[in-house]
């Protein structure tokens, strides 16, 4: 079982939380004109296999959303912290 | 090389006590070839076989990492059907079930289609309509489809629970009577040695460690083998899709899941049909061996641990007891995760990418297995002319920046809910 250190909540299963992808592309600035940088941030992944940022909701906990650091290739997990406190890259 | 399967080989080989040969060859690397393609699973090898089958392309190398078909093509449910409804897919899927159909013969090699039937479920009208609609689309095209309502499934299945307390009451299904199973390995070794006899080179334990470029154009690959050059070269590695696209400096819109699959002990014959629940995404058949094979959703979040989570087990579980509740003290035998490409839309890609004379086949999400024909014939088309097979025109990698996402089942374009 996964399970995920949440900074308020302690560590829980995963099955509390709701995965919400690679939290380590930058958003594009707002007044962005080119599709591609778009495209690249909503559609294309790393997905690296070895070290992962990622995006969790704690959605049956404190519901805040979290980074989190992750091994893809052993699920083994690292430090989570608030997103809020900052995004990725 | 390889000698022709037939029943008088048979008895020819049980009298005499003849060992038979090797079904391929063990190739060594040649310095350079027509065509090389990573990867040795299913999809890799009958696309070597119809490049040299249907365009006299035998130059060709399948290099494999490990051993052929032992990822994916392994690892699946071993379910064939045609029942899509999106234009393209339908059309799509129906050819790799026509080639499914011949393909025994077509290979010399008993692949053991079992087209039982499958059936799939709806527990309310509003899904049978959608049901309906699918039908419908699918006989506009040629496919066999039937709608089937309450009383129907229940002659045809009647050990589902038509309880007055079943959790989803079952309203009506759809049945497409061609679909249903294949021995998933002898896909791969049928076609590794029909392909080998034609002349394709099949190296094993052969890792692609980076590609060859002139500019723009990739001329090759560099491997654990030594370099190898080739005219054109193809990635059809499912699971790592991204892992070699980023040796070519490439990155794909595809992140890497796992997906369970599940075996229970064997009982007598009993599920003689393929099942999809309509409720959750869940799918049974029965083996031959007498297992029951099922499985459900993607775990829900990246991995290549080909190591699934217990909670999937629990919810897989839930399904096939809330479908058929006599099971409900059947053990399972074994469980396994294959890791699986998924797109924003739940479709692949195949074809040409941003880097001359290097073509892609991935992000097959659920579908790879029943596609593998198909893809291979498609792809070699590719491989052969230099532009997409019309089956594929809609299934290109740049398809997002112009909005023309191929979503079956209408989730959105959302990778990791496909």
Known sequence: MLRIPCPHCGERDYTEFRYGGDASKPRPAHDERDVRAWHDHVFVFANPRGPHREYWQHVQGCRQWLILERDTATNTVGAARLARDGAGA | MSERYSALALARHALTGAPWPRAWR????????????????GHGLATAYYLAKNHRVTRVAVLERAVIGSGNVGRNTTLVRSNYLLDGNTQFFEHSLRLWEGLSHELNFNVMLSQRGQVVLAHGPAQLDVLARKGNVMRLNGI????LDRGEVQRLLPYLDFSAHSRFPIHGGLLQRRAGTVRHDAVAWGYARAASGLGVDIVENCEVTGFLRDGDR????????GRIGADRTAISVA??????AALAGLRVPVESHLLQAFVTEPIKPFVDHVISFGAELFY????????????GHI???????????????????ECAVALIPSISRLRLLRHWAGIQDMTPDGSPFIGRTPLRDLFLNGGWCYQGFKATPAAGWCFAHTLAHGEEHPLIEHLSLERFLAGNGHDEYGNGLWTYRQ
């Open chain 2, 26 to 41: 063990r190739a060594d690397p040649r310095p350079h070839y027509d065509v090389v393609i990573i990867g040795g699973g």
């Open chain 2, 144 to 147: 066999d489809a039937e709608l």
């Open chain 2, 218 to 225: 990739v001329i090759g690959v560099e491997t654990t083998r």
């Open chain 2, 239 to 244: 699971g790592h899709t991204s892992q070699v």
């Open chain 2, 284 to 295: 049974i058949s029965q083996s031959d061996k007498g297992g029951l094979v099922f499985g």
């Open chain 2, 299 to 317: 775990d829900g979040f990246n991995s290549y641990t080909q190591r699934g989570q217990f909670p999937k087990v629990q919810t897989v579980a």
